[in-house]
């Protein structure tokens, strides 16, 4: 039972991490149809100079931190003005190869500045451990998870009542309405990049955190399409509940499996979900399935 | 297809001939002499570069025939040539078995697991693709990596390839071993594209609903899609791994799978010289950049970070094939007949 347990609360807060990330993905395929597949390389290089802000350069927190979103939002901004802009409206396989050129590109830079490749990010939070009904855990991962509700929480809020979050949902709707109505598109393309790129940040500041700056980052960054997928591509909500959804099989997979099949079946259990959903619901859980016309 | 001026066809056979002027016969036939002498004139050094281009081609051809052609969308592909590398590895290695019998089972068995994973492509396309295969190239190297039959994380070895009693040990050996397979693969990708397959392939391409009501049947082709592309990256894994003589994982991840993906883009997607061209390009930069270029330039500028040598070669790659995307979509081969084109009509370009 302690054991349940422990695993059951890893397994949410890491998931909750997992659905951070994904959000990245959601908001640019949301308002521009583009799918990014540089999303593990941007929470790679992301972790990367938070590390290098927080212990290369030695800035305190409260400096380091709000560099590293300038930083993402830069990045996004870079990405999107010229990278994809150029390729409005090509055929969708250049706009995923495109994804996956700037993923190796990202891959170069990482390799380029910090060749050591593992490392530690500073201790963010407290880790004593703290017990749950018998469970030991580790305080990071609550942590973890009551940050990526807030985030969540304020997204909500902001495409709820805010005038970019709101125009941000109509782009996704109808862009040519959306034209029409004097709403620059291309500003809302490059707005979602911008936020894409810190949600990733901020989602692979906190899995670096209980794990370290690894090359696994990519694959964390990978996991995080199962939950796109298990949700649905153009689902918020979706994301949300496939988070938690796949970091508990993660961790309960993980735990009950490994004694059966071979060690590090956990890292597995993310891409067996994503064949499994393709060939049953490939919309996924809340996901708008598409008809297509000739 | 433009032909030069005076061409006449007066028989069904001349009109579907692939060389068919006293031109491209001299030209072709020279070729391949220059081809297959290549290894008197080039050190061994650069004869490892062609046998390397060699296999990488044919894996790319494949590739091409899956994305280029049919349109669907494979990023999988180091795992697909992981598998047949691997079965040719335990079926010579473990089991002792000739060549031969390896490299036909290596495109069968890739092919097969090809089809698996292909499976999901006949209700899904797009992104959604892209993510299986993803997911599949990491299963594969999943199971590579804890089954014991495979070596694991220690690694295989793999005998040099052998055909009766002869055995390709020398580079050259091996060059006109993988010459002889790419040429024939190169051939078939071709003929392919002008039957009835290849025209199915191409209508998915465009667009697979008008396909299916013009009575194109999508669950075969899309699978025979899979199957062949597949196969073709098994052949090559298994000439791979009899060319290296040792395999483990690290060969076939997923920045491979991506750069297999770079070189049909930036040769040519849907073309038979696409593949050639993207393949040379990339394999060519490569080797200049991680053998030549950057060492050199780590020796004469030793202010240079730690990881510049590892670094810049995928930094220019990305930028190559993001480039590529943006100024010239249809890759290199598109570029080649404007410049033939501009050529035979030159100098009344109408």
């Known amino acids: 039972m302690t054991e349940f347990l422990q695993f059951l609360i890893t397994g949410l807060s890491v998931g909750m991490a997992y659905a951070l990330i994904s959000l990245g993905f959601v908001l640019v395929w949301k308002s521009s149809s583009v799918a990014n597949l540089a999303l593990g390389q941007l929470v790679l290089l992301s972790s990367w100079f938070t590390y290098g802000m927080l212990v290369q350069a030695g800035f305190p927190l409260w400096l380091g931190f709000p560099l590293v979103i300038i930083f993402a939002l830069f990045l996004g901004w870079v990405i999107e003005r010229f990278a994809l802009r150029p390729l409005i409206a090509q055929p969708i396989l250049s706009l995923i190869t495109v994804t996956l050129g700037l993923a190796y590109f990202i891959e170069g830079i990482v390799n380029f500045v910090w060749p050591w490749s593992v490392d530690a990010l500073p201790r963010l939070f407290p880790i004593e451990p703290i017990h749950i009904g018998g469970a030991v855990v580790s305080q990071q991962y609550i942590w973890v998870a009551v940050i990526s509700l807030i985030i969540f929480g304020l997204l909500t809020l902001f495409f709820r009542y805010h005038r970019m979050g709101i125009a941000m949902r109509a782009t996704a709707d109808d862009q040519l309405a959306v034209q029409a109505c004097g709403i620059p598109v291309t500003r809302i393309f490059s707005m979602s990049w911008m936020f894409a790129c810190v949600v990733a940040a901020i989602g692979g500041i906190l899995i670096s955190s209980i794990g370290g700056i690894t090359h696994g980052l990519v694959e964390t960054g990978l996991k995080a399409f199962s939950v796109v997928i298990l949700g649905g591509l153009d689902s918020f909500a979706g994301a949300i509940i496939a988070g938690p959804i796949i970091g508990l099989s993660e961790s309960f997979g993980g735990g009950y499996l490994t004694p059966y099949l071979w060690a590090g079946v956990k890292d597995i259990i993310p891409f067996v979900i994503i064949i499994i959903v393709m060939v049953i619901k490939p919309y996924g859980l809340f996901g708008e399935e598409r008809i297509e016309r000739i | 297809m433009s032909q030069p001026c005076g061409t006449r066809n007066y028989k069904y056979s001349e009109d579907m001939a692939i060389l068919r002027t006293k031109t491209h016969w001299v030209l072709f036939v020279g070729l391949l002499v220059l081809l297959f002498t290549a290894p008197l004139y080039f050190s061994n050094y650069w004869l490892g570069v062609c046998n390397l281009i060699g296999i990488t081609l044919i894996a790319a051809i494949g590739l091409n025939i899956l994305v280029g052609y049919c349109g669907q969308l494979s990023i999988g592909h180091a795992g697909f040539i992981a598998v047949g590398a691997y079965t040719t590895a335990i079926l010579t290695n473990r089991l002792e078995l000739p060549f031969l019998v390896g490299l036909i089972c290596a495109g069968l068995v890739a092919g097969f697991i090809g089809l698996i994973f292909?499976?999901?492509?006949?209700?899904?396309?797009?992104?959604?693709?892209?993510?299986?295969?993803?997911?599949?190239?990491?299963?594969?190297?999943?199971?590579?990596?804890?089954?014991?039959?495979?070596?694991?994380?220690?690694?295989?070895?793999?005998?040099?390839?052998?055909?009766?009693?002869?055995?390709?040990?020398?580079?050259?050996?091996?060059?006109?071993?993988?010459?002889?397979?790419?040429?024939?693969?190169?051939?078939?990708?071709?003929?392919?594209?002008?039957?009835?397959?290849?025209?199915?392939?191409?209508?998915?391409?465009?667009?697979?609903?008008?396909?299916?009501?013009?009575?194109?049947?999508?669950?075969?082709?899309?699978?025979?899609?899979?199957?062949?592309?597949?196969?073709?990256?098994?052949?090559?894994?298994?000439?791979?791994?009899?060319?290296?003589?040792?395999?483990?994982?690290?060969?076939?991840?997923?920045?491979?799978?991506?750069?297999?993906?770079?070189?049909?883009?930036?040769?040519?997607?849907?073309?038979?010289?696409?593949?050639?061209?993207?393949?040379?390009?990339?394999?060519?930069?490569?080797?200049?950049?991680?053998?030549?270029?950057?060492?050199?330039?780590?020796?004469?500028?030793?202010?240079?970070?730690?990881?510049?040598?590892?670094?810049?070669?995928?930094?220019?790659?990305?930028?190559?094939?993001?480039?590529?995307?943006?100024?010239?979509?249809?890759?290199?081969?598109?570029?080649?007949?404007?410049?033939?084109?501009?050529?035979?009509?030159?100098?009344?370009?109408?």
């Open chain 2, 118 to 350: 292909g499976m999901p492509s006949v209700r899904v396309k797009g992104f959604y693709l892209a993510i299986t295969t993803i997911a599949s190239q990491f299963i594969i190297i999943w199971v590579i990596n804890h089954w014991s039959l495979t070596g694991g994380f220690l690694g295989i070895k793999v005998p040099y390839a052998s055909i009766g009693g002869l055995v390709f040990r020398s580079e050259s050996s091996q060059f006109y071993l993988i010459m002889i397979i790419a040429a024939l693969c190169t051939f078939f990708a071709k003929n392919l594209a002008r039957t009835k397959v290849g025209r199915a392939f191409v209508a998915i391409r465009d667009n697979d609903l008008a396909a299916q009501v013009m009575g194109v049947n999508l669950f075969y082709y899309k699978m025979l899609a899979f199957f062949i592309g597949c196969f073709f990256a098994g052949i090559a894994g298994a000439l791979l791994a009899h060319w290296i003589g040792f395999l483990n994982t690290e060969q076939f991840s997923l920045t491979e799978s991506i750069l297999y993906i770079g070189m049909i883009i930036i040769g040519g997607l849907g073309t038979t010289l696409g593949p050639i061209l993207g393949v040379v390009f990339i394999r060519v930069l490569q080797q200049l950049l991680t053998v030549e270029f950057a060492p050199f330039l780590e020796k004469s500028f030793t202010m240079l970070p730690a990881g510049f040598a590892s670094g810049v070669t995928p930094m220019i790659f990305g930028l190559v094939i993001v480039l590529f995307l943006i100024l010239e979509p249809r890759g290199i081969a598109h570029r080649w007949a404007l410049f033939k084109a501009a050529y035979r009509l030159w100098p009344f370009s109408y």
